[in-house]
């Protein structure tokens, strides 16, 4: 009994030792649970993050990607066409090919840098080469497509879909700019022109008016003047253009006027007839342009939804409004209304709610297209005697003045007060509202005035370079005979 004790003393000492070493042995271990546990956290949230990343939606992909085919077929077949069908027939082939090749050319070029020059961050009239050769669009070793921001926070696309449906209004604008010398010029001349006046117009008014951050960037008002400052100078200025009113069709238009001019008269032109040689192609053509331009509008809100459903009806009623207007007045100044102007007033109508689409509300898009109808009938024919230029297929009277009229319109009727859907005034918090009508109007002339003035700088500028290089015209000889002979060994008609 008196080793009791003693007993229980060692016991103790040795419970004592035993739970020292656990402490010890749970100590050691804690930093090594909590790298464990903070790996598992980084695991989560990596995992959270991939998940919360914005997934393009497959609607809104297809639907771009139908925009994109419908825009093709405004200018093959249709443009060309329609522009083919108002030329003698011994130059149709030579417009077919000039816009066959000159949309081709410009797809390469838009691939190639044009894309980056209009798309990418750089100063605020051009982009930077972020996306020189398309570099980053697509990582073919991660197997990883990048995104292109859309309208909507949280709302992406594949940026492959917005470089093809980007490509398609480049490539269009420059087979605008054909009509407008016609019949006359070198085929060589008219692609070295190309290349000229898209790097140094079309990127630049392209990046201009519709670069941005996107809404995603607008996380905080503390961000707001910075991501405004990267953006494109017009854009800066809170200038409206849903589909290219002022980087589509004035832009177009200016250039060809200047080139118009540059290149002189057609031979016997105001002396010879100059008909349209085929009105049932130049109605194939025009039809073909009004299908086409559902994708041109309505794709531009870039989703499926309801700024995309609102451009696709005010595309439809403004070019039937333009239309109607046409013929009126024709009917009023000659008596008859004709194929001609039927087709022109869908076109004029077209033009003008570019601008307007997803900007206007349905009856202001009804008031647009009769009222662009009006006034691009004035300018094939008042204006265009003014001028004094052999505008051969009224590219400035019909895209000129239509692009104008629509742009301007847009300012007006963008408003809540008539209608219209209004605009965007916080990204941050996505608060739509309306700015003043005469502050816009303001806003949409300037835009206009630095789109004519850039444009018929570089279109002067091109011009010039090109006739010191190779010439701008075919010769007397050659633009009798016909440049499908002349200059492409082949004609549009067996005899």
Not at 57 to 70: E, F, Q, R
Not at 245 to 262: D, E, K, P, R, S
């Amino acid at each position: 009994m008196k080793k009791l004790p003693l007993f229980l003393s060692l016991g103790l000492a040795a419970l004592g030792f035993a739970g020292l070493a656990d402490a010890q042995t749970a100590a050691a271990s804690a930093p090594a649970a909590s790298a464990v546990a903070a790996a598992a956290s980084a695991v989560v949230d990596a995992a959270s993050a991939v998940a919360s990343a914005p997934v393009p939606n497959k609607g809104d992909v297809s639907w771009m990607l139908v925009s994109t085919i419908l825009v093709i077929m405004m200018s093959i077949p249709g443009l060309a066409l329609f522009y083919g069908g108002l030329v003698r027939s011994k130059n149709m082939l030579s417009v077919l090919m000039q816009v066959f090749v000159t949309f081709s050319l410009i797809v390469v070029l838009w691939a190639l840098y044009g894309y980056s020059l209009a798309f990418t961050e750089g100063n605020a009239f051009f982009g930077g080469f972020d996306r020189l050769f398309l570099k980053g669009v697509f990582d073919p070793i991660k197997g990883e497509f990048a995104t292109a921001a859309t309208f909507s926070k949280g709302v992406v696309l594949p940026e492959i879909v917005f470089v093809v449906f980007q490509a398609t209004f480049a490539a269009i604008t420059c087979c605008l700019i054909v009509g407008a010398f016609a019949e006359r010029m070198k085929f060589s001349a008219v692609l070295l022109f190309m290349v000229l006046w898209f790097t140094f117009s079309y990127a630049p008014i392209a990046h201009m008016v519709w670069f941005w951050m996107g809404p995603d960037a607008y996380t905080g008002k503390e961000v707001v003047d910075a991501m405004n400052a990267k953006a494109g100078l017009i854009w800066q200025w809170g200038a409206l253009d849903f589909a290219g009113g002022t980087v589509v069709h004035i832009n177009a238009a200016v250039a060809g006027l200047v080139g118009a001019y540059m290149a002189g008269k057609r031979v016997g032109y105001g002396k010879e007839s100059m008909t349209p040689h085929s009105l049932t192609l130049t109605m194939v053509g025009a039809s073909l342009l009004w299908v086409g331009w559902f994708g041109f509008n309505a794709g531009s809100a870039l989703e499926a939804g309801n700024s995309a459903a609102l451009a696709f009806l005010n595309t439809f009623t403004a070019t039937s409004a333009a239309v109607l207007a046409w013929c009126l007045g024709e009917a009023l100044m000659r008596g008859k209304a004709s194929m001609l102007g039927a087709a022109s007033g869908a076109v004029a109508g077209l033009v003008a709610i570019t601008p307007a689409a997803g900007n206007v509300g349905i009856m202001g898009a009804i008031l647009i297209g009769f009222i662009a109808g009006l006034a691009c009938l004035w300018g094939v024919n008042g204006l265009k005697k003014m001028l004094g230029a052999d505008d051969s297929l009224d590219v400035f009277g019909v895209h000129g003045v239509g692009g104008i009229v629509g742009a301007l319109l847009t300012g007006v009727f963008n408003t809540q007060v008539l209608g219209g859907p209004g605009m965007v005034t916080d990204w941050v918090t996505g608060t739509v509202g309306s700015a003043g009508v005469m502050d816009q109007l303001i806003i949409q002339a300037k835009a206009v005035g630095v789109t004519v003035i850039w444009s018929g700088v570089v279109a002067a500028v091109s011009f010039k370079i090109v006739d010191l290089v190779i010439g701008l015209r075919v010769s007397e000889e050659e633009e009798r005979e016909g440049l499908d002979i002349s200059s492409h060994g082949e004609t549009a008609y067996s005899k």
